[in-house]
């Protein structure tokens, strides 16, 4: 599975932003697509994920209720909205899927940034 995100940007608190992530490839080697981010100096963490095969959703406490994981499959996209922003929302947003077979996520795309302005 290749991935590609995109959409990020520059945004003040409170703001709201849409990134993307176009994908293609065999997504049925793959069980979900995830959203992760990672803040300057810190760790890579987990913000949301969207199975392929019935939608299903699951979030990060710290973005629940906040953002949204969506997908296109006739546009082969997937979407993260993202709703009062933070500042602590500021990183690199990164999409990857899954791999069936491990259960872990091999598959990576190039990060976006998003900055959230205080």
């Not at 409170?14 to 959203?35: D, M």
């Not at 999409?95 to 998003?114: F, I, K, S």
Request: proline content about 2%.
């Amino acid at each position: 599975v290749q991935l590609q995100a995109s959409g990020g940007g520059l945004v003040q608190t409170g703001g709201s932003l849409k990134i993307s992530c176009k994908y293609s490839g065999r997504t049925s080697s793959s069980y979900a697509l995830g959203w992760f981010r990672q803040a300057p100096g810190k760790e890579r963490e987990f913000v949301a994920s969207i199975t392929w095969s019935n939608s299903r959703e699951h979030y990060a406490d710290s973005v629940k209720g906040r953002f949204t994981i969506s997908r296109d499959s006739a546009e082969n996209t997937a979407y993260l909205q993202m709703n009062s922003l933070k500042p602590e929302d500021t990183a690199v947003y990164y999409c990857a899927a899954d791999n069936r077979a491990t259960m872990m996520y091999e598959y990576w795309g190039r990060g976006t940034l998003v900055t959230v302005s205080s």
